[in-house]
């Protein structure tokens, strides 16, 4: 005999450039999950005695290269007092070095130090070796494919 029911329809769609129902949610859980991510991340490098402050000051001058006080400070979106603060303690510790501004002689452009490469690079393992030893024993070989899509796909979204 025959199944006469009805066939069901689809879930709905929300309309073509409209927002999908779930995606605030989504982003709510994701930016949470990020947040505390990020901070086991700083947690397992805090060995480092650099606050977050200095260590995103020191990674952004080995990234982008030297640079004057005044544009790290425009760069990481904090007052240039507060810069001059972190680039002085940075430079105490012998992590970033001075040099005169070849444009300008009144200004000093930074830059990163090798003692500030090695201290990055024992903050970047510490974070690595962490996560790499949750992944491992957190979560199974396919959970682990699905992390591994999930960085791909998140790729995009911060992309675009």
Do not use: I
């Amino acid at each position: 005999m025959a199944d006469m029911t009805e066939p069901t329809a689809p879930p709905a769609r929300p309309a073509p450039g409209g927002p999908h129902p779930d995606s605030a949610r989504l982003a709510d859980e994701l930016s949470s999950v990020a947040g505390l991510l990020m901070r086991r991340l700083r947690t397992h490098s805090a060995r480092s005695l650099l606050s977050p402050t200095q260590r995103s000051a020191l990674s952004r001058l080995d990234r982008e290269g030297p640079m004057t006080t005044a544009a790290l400070a425009r760069a990481e979106h904090v007052r240039p007092q507060s810069m001059r603060a972190t680039v002085g303690y940075l430079h105490e510790q012998g992590l970033v070095a001075r040099a005169p501004d070849p444009g300008d002689g009144r200004q000093s452009v930074v830059s990163v130090a090798e003692r500030g490469r090695t201290v990055l690079a024992e903050v970047r393992a510490a974070k690595r070796t962490w996560l790499t030893h949750a992944l491992d024993t957190q979560l199974s070989p396919g959970e682990r494919a699905l992390v591994a899509e999930a960085v791909t796909l998140l790729g995009k979204v911060v992309e675009g």
